[in-house]
T-cell receptor, first 115, second 113 residues
């Protein structure tokens, strides 16, 4: 069965700090790993990673994938209060979810940025 | 371009009642999904539809049925609601076949008493 584990489950930092969120996975026939940000409602897409070692960047956010060690990290530099959210990691494998098509999600990291 | 829309936004049911959650997307996506999100459990796949006319079970399909009415619309039905189905339900649709960048609807919050 495919598995995605995120750490830490919650994190409180001060504005301006840099944070690193972790995602490790076990999946059959890996296709891609995705990061989402979820504030009050629906998740919003951040990054999709398919290749090892290639950093994806968007403003203060960046992410990288290590397919050998089966993990990904999401970095946020110079954090702002607007970065407070739950960050979800999901993996797309050929047999995600016990045989079904779709993504397998981790439980998320709840990030709180204090002013 | 509204993306993925869901109705209703919030619903309260009594145990045993039935209801249908509606989802529509205007991005011409082939694949659509229904997830439920519960505290501490993350997102779990209920059903998905890889293309118009096909549906398949996900991780937690019991107690639910789905209909892919056309390419745009994918509905989720609870025939006899149970308190265990109290959750937030998200519909999603995806872009091309390689790498599933899923776009989510705003969610339906369901309370079953």
């Amino acid at each position: 069965e495919d598995k995605v584990v995120q750490s830490p489950l919650s994190l409180v930092v001060h504005e301006g700090d840099t944070v690193t969120l972790n995602c490790s996975y076990e999946v059959t026939n890996f296709r891609s790993l995705l990061w989402y940000k979820q504030e009050k409602k629906a998740p919003t897409f951040l990054f999709m990673l398919t290749s090892s070692g290639i950093e994806k960047k968007s403003g203060r956010l960046s992410s990288i994938l290590d397919k050998k060690e089966l993990f990904s990290i999401l970095n946020i530099t110079a954090t702002q209060t607007g970065d407070s959210a739950v960050y979800l990691c999901a993996v797309d494998g050929a047999y995600s979810g016990g045989g079904a098509d779709g993504l397998t999600f981790g439980k998320g990291t709840h990030l709180i940025i204090q002013p | 371009n509204a993306g993925v829309t869901q109705t209703p936004k919030f619903q309260v049911l009594k145990t045993g009642q039935s209801m249908t959650l509606q989802c529509a997307q205007d991005m011409n996506h082939n694949s659509m999904y229904w997830y439920r999100q519960d505290p501490g459990m993350g997102l779990r796949l209920i059903y998905y539809s890889a293309s118009e006319g096909t549906t398949d079970k996900g991780e937690v399909p019991n107690g639910y049925n789905v209909s892919r009415l056309n390419k745009r619309e994918f509905s989720l039905r609870l025939e006899s609601a149970a308190p265990s189905q109290t959750s937030v339900y998200f519909c999603a649709s995806t872009t091309g076949p390689v790498g599933k960048t899923q776009y989510f609807g705003p969610g339906t919050r369901l309370l079953v008493l």
